[in-house]
T-cell receptor, first 113, second 113 residues
Framework: ETGVTQSPTHLIKTRGQQVTLRCSSQ?????VSWYQQALGQGPQFIFQYYREEENGRGNFPPRFSGLQFPNYSSELNVNALELDDSALYLC????????????FGQGTRLTVV | LAKTTQPISMDSYEGQEVNITCSHNNIATNDYITWYQQFPSQGPRFIIQ?????VTNEVASLFIPADRKSSTLSLPRVSLSDTAVYYCLVGDIGAGNNRKLIWGLGTSLAVNP
């Protein structure tokens, strides 16, 4: 148990729809990062939030957006879903923004049809 | 950013020691080496992190030679439950740097009875 929970665990959406994925970090963790993991690939960094501000972004379009709240929860929003957005979405929380131990949730499996 | 190379897959048997080697020829002075384990449809889990020589915890050992151009994750006496993908990551642990980590394909370890 990492103390990081994600919801929902599975989700099916139609192309063009919007989706919100949620993550509850460990208490006290100021940093949350979101990753996309396609089948058979390693996680790809989407963006990171530190104390409710975006703190870096990977090579993902603006239709991927996020929020971090004071209660250690966060959201990943994806607009105008595409078939290629089908993947496992992971959030990871950590004490800071350095390369320290990150605690991952179990992920949300998103399928876009 | 230091690129890493590790075997795509490995096979072992229960009770054996498994050594997974990661090459990182362009490792920088401030870079640390971190290993994660990931089971299917779950988030990665931190295993171990080190800078040089040897690091050991209750789960694994990490061997890093003097030139730091490679590292070896050693799993003693593996069991079926160690079947997973193992990722080697190399990066600076300073503030703001964990978002720069690149996750490759990892090494898929299969432990057989």
């Amino acid at each position: 148990e990492t103390g990081v929970t994600q919801s929902p665990t599975h989700l099916i959406k139609t192309r063009g729809q919007q989706v919100t994925l949620r993550c509850s970090s460990q208490s006290g963790h100021n940093t949350v990062s979101w990753y996309q993991q396609a089948l058979g690939q390693g996680p790809q960094f989407i963006f990171q939030y530190y104390r409710e501000e975006e703190n870096g972004r990977g090579n993902f379009p603006p239709r991927f957006s996020g929020l971090q709240f004071p209660n250690y929860s966060s959201e990943l929003n994806v607009n105008a879903l595409e078939l290629d957005d089908s993947a496992l979405y992971l959030c990871a929380s950590s004490w800071d923004t350095g390369n320290t131990e990150a605690f991952f949730g179990q992920g949300t499996r998103l399928t876009v049809v | 950013l230091a690129k890493t190379t590790q075997p795509i897959s490995m096979d072992s048997y229960e009770g054996q020691e498994v050594n997974i080697t990661c090459s990182h020829n362009n490792i920088a002075t401030n870079d640390y080496i971190t290993w994660y384990q990931q089971f299917p449809s779950q988030g990665p889990r931190f295993i171990i992190q080190g800078y040089k020589t040897k690091v050991t915890n209750e789960v694994a050992s990490l061997f890093i030679p003097a030139d730091r151009k490679s590292s070896t994750l050693s799993l003693p006496r593996v069991s079926l439950s160690d079947t997973a993908v193992y990722y080697c990551l190399v990066g600076d642990i300073g503030a703001g740097n964990n978002r720069k980590l690149i996750w490759g394909l990892g090494t898929s370890l299969a432990v057989n009875p």
